[in-house]
């Protein structure tokens, strides 16, 4: 196996190197702790995991020359109590997301070392560990399963709770700048969360009946031609809208918890936003692969841009039009 080759000029002083080696033992230490709970087919998977596991540990240690690196840091084991505990509570179906996820993570993180290692002389070692780490390990994750985590569902979920989550946002800003009454902005918020979230979800049915009218019709084409096409894979478009319109009330509900709590300003509406959105963006990167940090900056600037700019339009609506309530 890859992880047993003889490596004679390790890596060392590699940025990629600590991070990979900790991940590694990072899954290794979670696959033991999850099997010892775990039952039936579960339990095999697991037990199957731990020796591929154990190998691509030592071939990752030996090659970026770190041997004395086996010990998680504070936040691999904070996140190590955090997950177990998770799995324990939901069960066998949470530990095989799980599963699937650290797959999906591995596959974006592996590609990454083989971009900057292939043409290098130990390419041959790196694309070995890396064939067997996707052909063997992904395929006992997978293999018994159906694919819990779905690209588009998650796309669809992320595209509510965000829009829901900003738009409203922006709104309890701008009517704290018109109005300075927390019932109004509360009567306010709730009118608009409700109207977006119909709108939003009536909006994803039609694009995803539109999706599926376009796919069938052009498998159609290619079979009067002569084509030998299967049948197009189709969206549910009730399922999708009924996904879109739920996330996006859920996110709009983010801002308007402080103000059902009696906050008299944004502020609070600000920050708790702030706060929700590094958690479900730091969900949504363990589970789908993405930069967390990137969509953690992206979001965090739509938030304040959103904010600032309705404060501004409620300021100008009181002070120049006189809007007052």
């Known amino acids: 196996?890859?992880?047993?080759?003889?490596?004679?000029?390790?890596?060392?002083?590699?940025?990629?190197?600590?991070?990979?080696?900790?991940?590694?033992?990072?899954?290794?230490?979670?696959?033991?702790?999850?099997?010892?709970?775990?039952?039936?087919?579960?339990?095999?998977?697991?037990?199957?995991?731990?020796?591929?596991?154990?190998?691509?540990?030592?071939?990752?240690?030996?090659?970026?020359?770190?041997?004395?690196?086996?010990?998680?840091?504070f936040g691999r084991r904070v996140k190590l109590v955090v997950l177990v505990g998770v799995c324990r509570l939901f069960g066998p179906a949470c530990v095989h997301l799980v599963l699937e996820a650290i797959e999906v993570?591995?596959?974006?993180?592996?590609?990454?070392?083989?971009?900057?290692?292939?043409?290098?002389?130990?390419?041959?070692?790196?694309?070995?560990?890396?064939?067997?780490?996707?052909?063997?390990?992904?395929?006992?994750?997978?293999?018994?399963?159906?694919?819990?985590?779905?690209p588009e569902r998650i796309s669809a979920i992320f595209l509510g709770f965000n829009d829901g989550l900003v738009e409203i946002l922006g709104a309890v800003s701008g009517f704290f700048a018109a109005f300075h009454d927390s019932g109004m902005v509360l009567m306010a918020g709730f009118s608009v969360a409700a109207a977006g979230a119909f709108s939003m979800g009536a909006g994803a049915f039609v694009s995803a009946s539109s999706g599926n009218e376009m796919r069938i019709t052009e498998t159609a084409r290619k079979r009067f031609l002569g084509s030998s096409v299967p049948a197009p894979a189709r969206d549910l478009p009730l399922r999708t809208a009924l996904v879109v319109a739920f996330s996006y009330f859920i996110g709009s509900m983010v801002p308007l918890l402080p103000v059902v709590c009696?906050?008299?300003?944004?502020?609070?509406?600000?920050?708790t936003a702030l706060a929700m959105v590094v958690l479900v963006s730091t969900f949504l990167a363990f589970l789908s692969g993405m930069d967390v940090k990137r969509r953690i900056l992206i979001n965090v600037t739509m938030i304040f841009g959103a904010a600032a700019f309705a404060y501004v339009i409620g300021r100008i609506a009181r002070d120049i039009w006189g809007i007052q309530v």
Not at 3 to 21: H, W
Not at 123 to 128: L, P, Q
């Open 105 to 150: 993570y591995g596959v974006r993180k592996y590609l990454v070392v083989w971009e900057q290692y292939k043409n290098e002389p130990l390419g041959a070692a790196v694309r070995e560990v890396l064939s067997d780490e996707f052909e063997h390990e992904d395929a006992l994750v997978s293999g018994s399963q159906e694919r819990r985590i779905d």
């Open 1 to 73: 196996m890859a992880a047993d080759m003889a490596i004679t000029t390790p890596a060392v002083n590699d940025p990629l190197g600590s991070e990979l080696v900790l991940d590694e033992l990072f899954d290794l230490t979670l696959y033991r702790a999850l099997r010892r709970g775990a039952k039936g087919e579960l339990r095999e998977i697991l037990a199957a995991l731990i020796p591929i596991e154990t190998r691509h540990f030592g071939f990752w240690q030996k090659f970026f020359g770190l041997p004395g690196l086996n010990r998680l840091d």
């Open 262 to 271: 009696g906050a008299a300003s944004v502020l609070a509406s600000i920050m």
